[in-house]
Protein backbone atom coordinates (compact mmCIF):
# COMPACT_ATOMS: atom_id res chain seq x y z
CA UNK A 1 0.00 0.00 0.00
CA UNK A 2 1.07 3.14 -0.93
CA UNK A 3 1.25 5.97 1.64
CA UNK A 4 0.29 9.68 0.74
CA UNK A 5 3.43 11.16 1.65
CA UNK A 6 4.88 8.78 -1.10
CA UNK A 7 2.24 10.15 -3.75
CA UNK A 8 2.55 13.43 -3.72
CA UNK A 9 0.39 16.13 -2.66
CA UNK A 10 -1.49 17.07 -5.77
CA UNK A 11 -0.69 20.93 -5.04
CA UNK A 12 2.95 19.99 -4.97
CA UNK A 13 2.51 18.16 -8.35
CA UNK A 14 0.78 21.43 -10.18
CA UNK A 15 2.99 23.61 -8.78
CA UNK A 16 6.35 21.20 -9.78
CA UNK A 17 4.47 21.57 -13.47
CA UNK A 18 3.82 25.00 -13.28
CA UNK A 19 7.68 25.83 -12.33
CA UNK A 20 8.49 23.17 -15.51
CA UNK A 21 6.38 25.00 -17.45
CA UNK A 22 7.72 28.48 -16.48
CA UNK A 23 11.50 26.85 -16.78
CA UNK A 24 10.65 25.52 -20.22
CA UNK A 25 9.50 29.16 -21.62
CA UNK A 26 12.12 31.01 -20.08
CA UNK A 27 14.57 28.36 -21.56
CA UNK A 28 12.89 29.14 -24.90
CA UNK A 29 12.86 32.65 -24.82
CA UNK A 30 16.65 32.76 -24.22
CA UNK A 31 17.03 30.45 -27.45
CA UNK A 32 14.52 32.64 -29.55
CA UNK A 33 16.63 35.45 -28.07
CA UNK A 34 20.01 34.00 -29.15
CA UNK A 35 18.79 33.12 -32.30
CA UNK A 36 17.41 36.75 -32.88
CA UNK A 37 20.79 37.99 -32.18
CA UNK A 38 22.62 35.38 -34.30
CA UNK A 39 20.29 35.97 -37.15
CA UNK A 40 20.91 39.88 -37.02
CA UNK A 41 24.60 38.47 -36.56
CA UNK A 42 24.23 36.76 -39.90
CA UNK A 43 22.80 39.77 -41.28
CA UNK A 44 25.49 42.10 -40.96
CA UNK A 45 28.30 40.13 -41.31
CA UNK A 46 26.40 39.21 -45.06
CA UNK A 47 26.61 42.48 -46.21
CA UNK A 48 30.09 43.31 -44.52
CA UNK A 49 31.05 40.69 -46.83
CA UNK A 50 28.89 41.84 -49.83
CA UNK A 51 30.21 45.75 -49.88
CA UNK A 52 33.76 44.05 -49.31
CA UNK A 53 33.48 42.27 -52.93
CA UNK A 54 32.08 45.35 -54.13
CA UNK A 55 35.27 47.53 -52.41
CA UNK A 56 37.49 44.62 -54.40
CA UNK A 57 35.93 44.84 -57.64
CA UNK A 58 36.58 48.83 -57.19
CA UNK A 59 39.75 48.32 -56.59
CA UNK A 60 40.44 45.88 -59.39
CA UNK A 61 38.93 48.28 -62.01
CA UNK A 62 41.18 50.65 -60.63
CA UNK A 63 44.35 48.37 -61.11
CA UNK A 64 43.21 47.45 -64.34
CA UNK A 65 42.73 51.03 -65.44
CA UNK A 66 46.46 52.11 -64.12
CA UNK A 67 48.06 48.81 -66.36
CA UNK A 68 46.03 50.07 -68.96
CA UNK A 69 47.12 53.80 -68.49
CA UNK A 70 50.67 52.92 -68.95
CA UNK A 71 50.33 50.92 -72.30
CA UNK A 72 48.04 53.90 -73.70
CA UNK A 73 50.12 56.85 -72.83
CA UNK A 74 52.89 55.24 -74.87
CA UNK A 75 50.54 54.70 -77.71
CA UNK A 76 48.91 58.50 -77.49
CA UNK A 77 52.39 59.83 -79.30
CA UNK A 78 51.42 57.53 -82.40
CA UNK A 79 47.97 58.46 -82.44
CA UNK A 80 49.20 61.99 -82.49
CA UNK A 81 50.92 61.16 -85.51
CA UNK A 82 48.88 59.57 -87.34
CA UNK A 83 46.00 62.18 -87.01
CA UNK A 84 48.73 64.53 -88.36
CA UNK A 85 50.08 62.78 -91.13
CA UNK A 86 46.59 62.06 -92.43
CA UNK A 87 45.24 65.97 -92.32
CA UNK A 88 48.64 66.29 -94.18
CA UNK A 89 48.16 63.77 -96.61
CA UNK A 90 44.49 65.12 -97.59
CA UNK A 91 45.86 68.38 -97.60
CA UNK A 92 48.70 67.66 -100.07
CA UNK A 93 45.73 65.24 -101.93
CA UNK A 94 43.65 68.08 -102.72
CA UNK A 95 46.19 70.07 -104.37
CA UNK A 96 47.99 67.53 -106.19
CA UNK A 97 47.42 65.82 -109.72
CA UNK A 98 45.92 62.49 -108.58
CA UNK A 99 49.34 61.80 -107.28
CA UNK A 100 48.71 58.19 -106.65
CA UNK A 101 51.50 57.65 -104.49
CA UNK A 102 49.73 59.96 -101.99
CA UNK A 103 46.57 58.31 -102.63
CA UNK A 104 48.11 54.94 -101.56
CA UNK A 105 49.73 56.57 -98.56
CA UNK A 106 46.61 58.31 -97.66
CA UNK A 107 44.94 54.90 -97.82
CA UNK A 108 47.23 52.93 -95.87
CA UNK A 109 47.20 55.83 -93.21
CA UNK A 110 43.16 55.55 -92.91
CA UNK A 111 43.30 51.83 -92.24
CA UNK A 112 45.55 52.13 -89.21
CA UNK A 113 43.53 55.50 -88.39
CA UNK A 114 40.72 52.82 -87.96
CA UNK A 115 42.40 49.80 -86.33
CA UNK A 116 43.49 52.63 -84.27
CA UNK A 117 39.92 53.26 -83.46
CA UNK A 118 39.06 49.84 -82.61
CA UNK A 119 41.71 49.87 -79.82
CA UNK A 120 40.26 52.99 -78.41
CA UNK A 121 36.61 51.50 -78.04
CA UNK A 122 37.86 47.90 -76.39
CA UNK A 123 40.09 50.09 -73.73
CA UNK A 124 36.96 52.84 -73.67
CA UNK A 125 39.56 55.60 -74.69
CA UNK A 126 37.47 58.35 -74.52
CA UNK A 127 38.83 61.76 -76.74
CA UNK A 128 38.22 64.88 -74.03
CA UNK A 129 35.79 67.54 -76.47
CA UNK A 130 37.20 70.86 -77.12
CA UNK A 131 34.34 72.26 -78.30
CA UNK A 132 33.11 74.43 -74.89
CA UNK A 133 34.57 76.70 -72.65
CA UNK A 134 38.29 75.78 -71.15
CA UNK A 135 38.14 73.55 -68.08
CA UNK A 136 41.43 73.07 -66.27
CA UNK A 137 40.44 69.51 -64.90
CA UNK A 138 40.24 68.36 -68.53
CA UNK A 139 42.40 70.79 -70.57
CA UNK A 140 45.86 72.03 -70.49
CA UNK A 141 46.77 76.08 -71.69
CA UNK A 142 49.71 75.67 -73.48
CA UNK A 143 49.13 79.71 -75.33
CA UNK A 144 46.71 82.49 -74.18
CA UNK A 145 45.92 84.10 -77.54
CA UNK A 146 43.99 87.65 -78.21
CA UNK A 147 41.32 86.27 -80.85
CA UNK A 148 38.83 88.69 -81.77
CA UNK A 149 35.03 87.71 -81.36
CA UNK A 150 36.00 84.98 -78.94
CA UNK A 151 35.08 85.30 -75.58
CA UNK A 152 37.54 84.76 -72.39
CA UNK A 153 37.97 81.58 -71.61
CA UNK A 154 36.96 80.14 -74.75
CA UNK A 155 39.24 77.49 -76.58
CA UNK A 156 40.42 78.84 -79.36
CA UNK A 157 42.48 75.48 -81.15
CA UNK A 158 43.55 72.02 -79.81
CA UNK A 159 47.45 71.77 -79.95
CA UNK A 160 46.96 67.93 -79.05
CA UNK A 161 43.92 66.09 -78.05
CA UNK A 162 43.17 64.56 -74.82
CA UNK A 163 41.50 61.36 -73.64
CA UNK A 164 40.05 59.70 -70.71
CA UNK A 165 39.80 56.30 -69.67
CA UNK A 166 36.67 54.77 -67.98
CA UNK A 167 35.87 58.36 -67.12
CA UNK A 168 39.69 58.63 -65.30
CA UNK A 169 41.82 61.13 -67.03
CA UNK A 170 44.75 59.58 -68.95
CA UNK A 171 46.22 62.81 -70.17
CA UNK A 172 44.43 66.58 -70.84
CA UNK A 173 43.94 68.61 -73.88
CA UNK A 174 46.72 71.07 -74.31
CA UNK A 175 45.00 73.87 -76.42
CA UNK A 176 45.58 77.64 -77.00
CA UNK A 177 42.78 79.60 -74.88
CA UNK A 178 41.53 83.23 -75.61
CA UNK A 179 42.21 85.99 -73.28
Known amino acids: MIRDDEMGHPEALEQDASEAQLAGHEQRMVCEEQLKTLQERYAYLAA ?12 RMRQVIAVQSVVLRDILPIIDDI ?12 SATEDVAMAVLLEGMALIEKNVQKLRDKYQLQEIPTDGPFNPELHEAILHVDVHGRDSGSIVD ?16 RVSVAR
Request: net charge positive; proline share 2%; no cysteine.
Open 83 to 94: ERAIVDARSRQA
Open 158 to 173: VLEKGYTIRGVLLRPA
Open 48 to 59: DFDNYRKRQEVE
